[in-house]
């Protein structure tokens, strides 16, 4: 946290892999008044920047917490970004692989995220996007309102916990949430009578069409037979 105080400029943390390093440095050179803060390996080393830290461990809940993050990288995993839902911080996602396409697209679909997908990164498309980010307010204030949405809807977990647990004390077991599947035979569960008839129908028009082609090709002999 000493990195956030005492300092006049705001904050920017990245959490990327080694292949987004130029980009990173970059984009530290570009903005010259802001601090960045970046993840990376005990082994990695980047060259020295006056406005440039690096850590092999962040606190990021504390850090996405504080008042003067003003952007987040990352790859866009299920944490991240309730995270930064919770906390109300813009970001820009690069997801890599498994649901962090999913739960990047969702991001940006609220307003508070830039999304740059690996096969088209970029050095200049990191820097316009951040400085998209760290300029338009619009992006900080859709994150903001998530946060505020998520934070002061109606019933929070305590409240339905008791709800649920009272409403199951006075009712018992309450027959009418069961699905009618449950209620159903083998037969009508995977629909077995239905497919012997499907099955039977098909069958039947197999047998009909061999049955046919042999009378055809008996009555062409007869024909041919007869003809000689």
């Known amino acids: 946290m000493e990195y956030f105080e005492g300092q006049k400029s705001a904050r920017t943390l ?8 130029r980009a990173i440095l970059g984009a530290a050179y570009e903005f010259q008044d802001y ?5 990376i390996d005990e082994n990695d080393t980047v060259p020295e920047m006056t406005n440039l830290f690096t850590a092999s461990w962040i606190p990021q809940s504390a ?6 993050m003003r952007c987040f990288v990352s790859h866009g995993g299920m944490n991240s970004v309730l995270e930064l839902a919770r906390n109300g911080r813009p970001s820009i996602l690069i997801p890599l692989f498994g649901d962090q396409h999913r739960n990047a697209k969702l991001v940006e679909r609220r307003g508070s995220a830039i999304v740059i997908y690996k096969e088209f990164f970029t050095v200049e498309i990191f820097i316009k996007s951040l400085r998209t980010i760290l300029e ?11 946060s505020s949405l998520m934070r002061r809807k109606p019933f929070n977990l305590k409240e339905r916990l008791l709800s649920t647990v009272e409403f199951s004390a006075i009712h018992g077991k309450i027959e009418e949430l069961d699905i009618y599947s449950y209620r ?7 629909c077995l009578d239905i497919i012997f008839v499907i ?11 061999a049955y046919g082609i042999r009378k055809f090709l008996k009555l062409v002999l007869y024909h041919k037979n007869k003809t000689d």
């Open 184 to 190: 159903m035979g083998t037969l009508q569960y995977f």
């Open 199 to 209: 099955f039977a129908l098909v069958a039947l028009q197999f047998f009909a069409c």
């Open 14 to 21: 990245f959490q990327m892999p080694k292949d987004i390093r």
């Open 35 to 39: 601090t960045f803060i970046w993840k």
């Open 63 to 68: 850090l996405l917490a504080h008042p003067n």
């Open 136 to 146: 338009d307010k619009l992006y900080r204030q859709k994150a903001e309102r998530l």
